[in-house]
């Protein structure tokens, strides 16, 4: 299985469960490998450079969606960024109940956080890093 580039977008109130979600990967149970480009620390400057640049080198963005998700303008950048530069794009329900997808998705789908809805994505991930 070759490993895919994906890039996590979410709200920084959401970072304890975007660091649950990129930790599955190394479970070995796990149906699904890929390498985090998600931004673990908010840049000081000059941030939304580095972030398409990332995101351009990302074969795919999973969005993780809460209730915190309207409020993170980073977030909703980085999603729009990802449907500009034609970047696949996923967003994940991480919250029971919150079922509001962010415009700047488009028409891309959102799923509950299952395994296999996960793996199903990666696997189609196309191309090589830009």
Same mark, same amino acid.
């Given at each position: 299985?070759?490993? =895919?580039?994906?890039?996590?977008?979410?709200? =920084?109130?959401? @970072?304890?469960?975007?660091?649950?979600?990129?930790?599955?990967?190394?479970?070995?149970?796990?149906?699904?490998?890929?390498?985090?480009?998600?931004? =673990?620390?908010? /840049?000081?400057?000059? +941030?939304? @450079? =580095?972030?398409?640049?990332?995101?351009?080198?990302?074969? !795919?963005?999973?969005?993780?969606?809460?209730?915190?998700?309207?409020?993170?303008? !980073?977030?909703? +950048?980085?999603?729009?960024?990802?449907?500009? @530069?034609?970047?696949?794009?996923?967003?994940?329900?991480?919250?029971?109940? /919150?079922?509001?997808?962010?415009? @700047?998705?488009?028409?891309?789908?959102?799923?509950?956080?299952? +395994?296999? !809805?996960?793996?199903?994505?990666?696997?189609?991930?196309? !191309?090589?890093?830009?």
């Amino acid at each position: 299985m070759a490993t =895919k580039v994906v890039f996590i977008a979410f709200a =920084k109130e959401d @970072e304890s469960t975007r660091n649950l979600f990129t930790g599955q990967r190394v479970n070995p149970s796990t149906p699904f490998e890929f390498t985090d480009m998600s931004v =673990k620390e908010p /840049y000081s400057s000059a +941030w939304k @450079e =580095k972030v398409r640049t990332r995101i351009r080198r990302s074969h !795919g963005v999973i969005a993780l969606i809460s209730s915190n998700t309207p409020a993170a303008t !980073g977030q909703l +950048w980085e999603i729009s960024c990802a449907i500009e @530069e034609g970047v696949p794009v996923l967003g994940i329900w991480i919250e029971d109940g /919150y079922r509001t997808k962010p415009r @700047e998705m488009g028409s891309s789908p959102c799923k509950v956080w299952t +395994w296999a !809805g996960i793996a199903d994505f990666i696997d189609a991930l196309q !191309g090589s890093n830009r």
